[in-house]
Structures are given as structure tokens and as C-alpha cells.
């Protein structure tokens, strides 16, 4: 038996198999510029390590890469991000926000939604 997801162009797979993995390969490279790289490190920014209890997958990387692009990565850390008592006012909120600052949210909250969803 053999398991493989396929990503737009990235692709993994696992099966019990090396020689049906190694077949499957040689078969897709006849259609396909492909590499393997035997047993599965990193795949779409989240890496993947062989543990005593399984299969543990981490995202720091992806996590540190985040940081950095929106100017994050020299902040401290908190158990709470903001004070339980902060409140938004109507006057906190600019119902006109301009096109780059709509952008970096939208940019911001796709890179949370996929740091939780994609290891889960």
C-alpha cells in the first residue's frame, strides 16, 4: 500500500515499501522532473521527524520566517498577547485602511490560519 499527497507541486508520500516507493517514482519521472529524497525531512514549510512515539511535525521555521517578514522576529514573547481588560472603541477602528495596511492584515491572519491548521 501506498499513501501520496500531492500539494500544487510538491509531493509526499509513505508507504511500508521502499522498492513500491522507488517503482512509483521512476514511473511519475516518466512524466515528471522529480526527485526523491527517501524518508520525508520537510514538506511545505513544516518538518517532519521520526520519534519513539510517531511522527512529530514542527513549523518553527515557517513560524521564524513569519516573524521576520512582518517585523516581529526581536519581539518578547507573552503567555497572554494583550491585557484581558483592553477594549476596541468605534474610534479605534479606521473604516478606511489603506490598501498596504489591508494587505499586511491579510497577510498576517492567512499565515496564522495556516500555522493552525496545518500541523493540527
Given amino acids: 500500500e501506498l499513501i501520496v499527497v500531492i500539494v500544487v507541486d510538491d509531493c509526499m508520500m509513505a508507504g511500508d515499501s521502499e522498492d513500491l516507493r522507488l517503482e512509483w517514482v521512476e514511473f511519475m519521472q516518466g512524466f515528471f522532473e522529480l526527485t526523491y529524497d527517501g524518508d520525508l525531512q520537510w514538506y511545505l514549510g513544516v518538518r517532519y521527524e521520526k520519534t519513539a512515539r510517531g511522527i512529530k511535525a514542527s513549523q518553527t521555521a515557517y513560524l521564524e520566517r513569519c516573524l521576520e517578514r512582518f517585523g516581529l522576529s526581536k ?46
Fill in 75 to 120: 519581539c518578547n514573547s507573552s503567555p497572554t498577547p494583550m491585557d484581558a481588560r483592553f477594549a476596541v472603541t468605534p474610534d479605534d477602528i479606521d473604516e478606511n485602511p489603506s490598501p498596504e495596511i489591508l494587505k499586511l492584515f491579510q497577510s498576517m491572519i492567512g499565515s496564522l490560519i495556516y500555522l493552525s491548521i496545518w500541523t493540527r
